[in-house]
Nanobody
Framework: DVQLVESGGGSVQAGGSLTLSCEVSGYAWFSTSCLGWFRQVPGKEREGVAAIYTGGGSAYYADSVKGQFTISRDNAKNTVYLQMNSLKPEDTAVYYC????????WGLGTQVTVS
C-alpha cells in the first residue's frame, strides 16, 4: 500500500519557521513523480501550496507563499520537504502532501499553528 506520512508541524510564533517532511512508502514511481503540498483550514477549500517536478529543478508556488516557502525533494529518501519561513497567522492550517497521477495518494496531514 502507498503511505504518506507528514511530520514537522507544530505551533510557532509569527515570523518563525518550520520544515515539514513527507515520507512516501510503497510507491515505486516516487523519483519520476510530481509531489505536492496542500493546506486546508476548516470551512475552506483545500489550497495547493507548492509542487515540485521530477528532478527537482522546477517548482510551482501559490502566490500566497512565493518567496516564503520552499519545496524540495530527496529521491534517495523518498521524502519531500516544505521549508516555511516568516510564518504568518494566515498560514495556520493542516498541511498535506500528495503524490501520484492527479495526486491520487494523500497523507493524513500535519497541523501548523501560527500565533
Amino acid at each position: 500500500d502507498v503511505q504518506l506520512v507528514e511530520s514537522g508541524g507544530g505551533s510557532v510564533q509569527a515570523g518563525g519557521s518550520l520544515t515539514l517532511s513527507c515520507e512516501v512508502s510503497g510507491y515505486a514511481w516516487f523519483s519520476t513523480s510530481c509531489l505536492g503540498w496542500f493546506r486546508q483550514v476548516p470551512g475552506k477549500e483545500r489550497e495547493g501550496v507548492a509542487a515540485i517536478y521530477t528532478g527537482g529543478g522546477s517548482a510551482y508556488y501559490a502566490d500566497s507563499v512565493k518567496g516564503q516557502f520552499t519545496i524540495s525533494r530527496d529521491n534517495a529518501k523518498n521524502t519531500v520537504y516544505l521549508q516555511m519561513n516568516s510564518l504568518k497567522p494566515e498560514d495556520t492550517a493542516v498541511y498535506y502532501c500528495a503524490v501520484g497521477r492527479d495526486f491520487a495518494y494523500w497523507g493524513l496531514g500535519t497541523q501548523v499553528t501560527v500565533s
